[in-house]
Structures are given as structure tokens and as C-alpha cells.
């Protein structure tokens, strides 16, 4: 995978991840589960499909699978009921993926600051980073989930949760969606963020930070809409060179 079009690239001061199919194996368990419960009416969800639900907010998701199938009884509350028991068995046993431990006690180490910016419900990302501590409580708690309400965030695209995230969580002048200073501006371009979602991707750039994209190899072949582009993407979070990027080199 090639970069992208930056070649200059900024001095990153603070870092952003989402989880899902990012730090965590968690997007096969979505897959596997979806096509369980529409196997029942002999459907399958499509790698199409697929990629317009990822780093959607939970119900925003469902109603896009959905959409696909009008032709069979499922309700949206039923799907979603039948998904979450199925997957809160599974969520206990996910796993990191390549790269995300090493890189993450690095940059903890080297005192960078760091936030997880996640489209899963805060119930959801205890179940899944709960049995993860080694990783996660790297981030001192300087997380956000989508349904966090008291931030009134739109799901991504839009850029809210990663403006919230610098903001609120690192203590970034960012500012907000409706404004943002020449100084905030400035700040906002200090930030790195990683994202396997396409949604992410593109609601990083809006954010004004620098966005690295490690997605699955099926959604390079996947068409979306939008002029967003990553500034670099990545097979895998192992192939990331921090000092390409101003940030501390790993040590042998």
C-alpha cells in the first residue's frame, strides 16, 4: 500500500485511534454474528454492505445492514437484540491486533498523548477492553464512546468524536464543529489519527488532523464518495515508522 498524497508531513504532538478492526480483532466477530442471524432468512451481508456500516454509530449501522433486506420479517430492535447477546459472549475473548501493544506502550513511555475515539457504546468498549488492560490502561481513561450524550456528537463522518477526544479528553484547543480559530486550526494539525473505516477516514480529515488508514485489503476495492484521502495507509499498525511522523523512534 502506497502513502498518500502528503508529502510534507507535520510534527504530530498527540495521537487519536479508533477500536474496532483497528486495536482490536473485532470486526470478524460483527461479520460472523450478522451473517448468523440473517443466515435464518438465507441472506449474507456483503463486503459492500459492510463498508458502509463501519464506524457507523450501533443503530445508524443496523438500519444501514437492513436496508438491503426489506423483504424479511426482522425488526430493527430484534436484530439488534439478537446480535448483542451473541456478540457480548464473544467480546470477552477478542484479541489485539499486530502492532497495537508495542506501539501503544511506546508512545505511553515516551509521555505522548493518546485517546480512543470509538463509534461502540460505552457498555460495548468495557466488554471488549476489559480483559485488555495491558493496552488500554495506557489511555488513563481518556476515552470517548458514540453514545457519551453529554458531547451531542454526530457519528462519522462527522468529525465530532475526534474534535471531542483532543478536546476534552487531552486538553487540545482545538475548538468545535461550528468554529475554529487560525490558533485551533494549527492544533487540530498536530493531531494523528488511526482509523480502519473509511467513515474514519474521512472524519479525520474533517477534523483537520492527519489521518493514518489501516483498512481491511476488501475495502481498498470498496467505492465510496467524498475527496477525503488518508495521508498514509498501512497493511498493518507494524509498519507504522513513528519518526517519519516527528514522534519518537522505537529503540531495538
Known amino acids: 500500500m502506497a502513502d498518500g498524497t502528503n508529502s510534507v508531513r507535520p510534527k504530530i504532538e498527540y495521537v487519536i485511534f479508533d477500536m474496532d478492526g483497528l486495536m482490536i480483532d473485532s470486526e470478524k466477530v460483527y461479520t460472523d454474528v450478522t451473517n448468523e442471524i440473517l443466515s435464518q432468512y438465507g441472506k449474507e451481508m456483503t463486503w459492500d454492505m459492510k463498508a458502509g456500516m463501519m464506524g457507523k454509530p450501533e443503530r445508524q449501522a443496523a438500519e444501514h445492514l437492513l436496508s438491503f433486506f426489506p423483504d424479511i420479517p426482522l425488526t430493527l430492535e430484534s436484530y439488534l437484540a439478537q446480535r448483542n447477546a451473541l456478540q457480548d459472549a464473544l467480546w470477552l475473548t477478542v484479541q489485539l491486533l499486530p502492532g497495537i501493544r508495542k ?6 513511555a515516551h509521555k505522548i498523548p493518546i485517546a480512543v475515539a470509538t463509534g461502540s457504546r460505552r457498555r460495548n468498549f468495557e466488554l471488549k477492553a476489559g480483559h485488555l488492560g495491558e493496552v488500554f490502561d495506557c489511555f488513563d481513561r481518556n476515552v470517548v464512546c458514540a453514545d ?10 462527522a468529525p465530532d468524536i475526534f474534535l471531542v477526544a483532543a478536546r476534552e479528553m487531552l486538553g487540545r484547543d482545538v475548538g468545535n464543529v461550528e468554529s475554529c480559530s487560525a490558533g485551533q486550526k494549527t492544533e487540530r494539525v498536530k493531531g494523528l489519527i488511526f482509523e480502519d ?55 531495538s
Do not use: C
Open 103 to 108: 506501539f501503544i506502550h511506546h508512545l505511553k
Open 148 to 157: 457519551d450524550a453529554q458531547y451531542g456528537m454526530r457519528g462519522k463522518p
Open 197 to 251: 473505516s473509511v467513515l474514519g477516514m474521512q472524519a479525520g480529515k474533517r477534523a483537520g488532523m492527519s489521518v493514518i488508514w489501516v483498512p481491511d485489503a476488501n475495502l481498498l476495492d470498496v467505492e465510496y464518495t467524498g475527496l477525503e484521502k488518508a495521508d498514509q495507509i498501512l497493511k498493518s499498525i507494524e509498519a507504522f515508522v513513528p519518526e517519519d511522523w516527528g514522534l519518537p523512534p522505537y529503540t
